[in-house]
T-cell receptor, first 114, second 113 residues
């Protein structure tokens, strides 16, 4: 079946530093990938949509200069959280579109900013 | 996409069938009903989807009412590993698309030993 690999699964960084999260579709080509954020005891919230070779589309209220998204190939999208602050601590999940039944999700990245 | 309503939580005994309801009274004729689940600290997992006919796969069955205003996800023999938040999502298209999914609050299903 379709597999999306997301790394790292867990990261702790200092306030003010940047963190990169990778999302790879392992056995299919994903023309579109999505990034979600999930705070404790809340549901997933779509942050942005990235299409291979073009600029990402951000949801309202998501700072594009803070959450940099790159989708340079059909199998890789990255999310970089720049100048991270404690309020950016969250569970980040990517998803790829390109399978017959819709969307496949990565296993998520737990970001803790200290 | 049409809005869905699910109970916030449900309990089910291990080995019994778990029946999770979802209301989607404003569903349009071209919208599919999707079910995903999220086990704690993991990404969501696709379970099943359907348009108007009942569907069954190795994980679950999906029963959609004739008027399509509600559906029920059935896990026939629940195990402890089925404890998760289950999301019912209504959307156009049976495949992947250009739009992300809109997740509601889902139902937290707790399987009791």
């Amino acid at each position: 079946g379709a597999v999306v690999s997301q790394h790292p699964s867990r990261v702790i960084c200092k306030s003010g530093t940047s963190v990169k999260i990778e999302c790879r579709s392992l056995d299919f080509q994903a023309t579109t990938m999505f990034w979600y954020r999930q705070f404790p005891k809340q549901s997933l919230m779509l942050m942005a949509t990235s299409n291979e070779g073009s600029k990402a589309t951000y949801e309202q209220g998501v700072e594009k200069d803070k959450f940099l998204i790159n989708h340079a190939s059909l199998t890789l999208s990255t999310l970089t959280v720049t100048s991270a602050h404690p309020e950016d601590s969250s569970f980040y999940i990517c998803s790829a579109s390109g399978t017959t039944y819709g969307y496949t999700f990565g296993s998520g990245t737990r970001l803790t900013v200290v | 996409d049409a809005k869905t309503t699910q109970p916030p939580s449900m309990d089910c005994a291990e080995g019994r069938a778990a029946n999770l309801p979802c209301n989607h009274s404003t569903i349009s004729g071209n919208e599919y009903v999707y079910w995903y689940r999220q086990i704690h600290s993991q990404g969501p997992q696709y379970i099943i989807h359907g348009l108007k006919n009942n569907e069954t796969n190795e994980m679950a069955s999906l029963i959609i009412t004739e008027d399509r205003k509600s559906s029920t996800l059935i896990l026939p023999h629940a195990t402890l590993r089925d404890t998760a938040v289950y999301y019912c999502i209504v959307r156009v298209s049976s495949g992947g698309g250009a739009d992300g999914l809109t997740f509601g609050k889902g139902t937290h299903l707790i399987i009791q030993p």
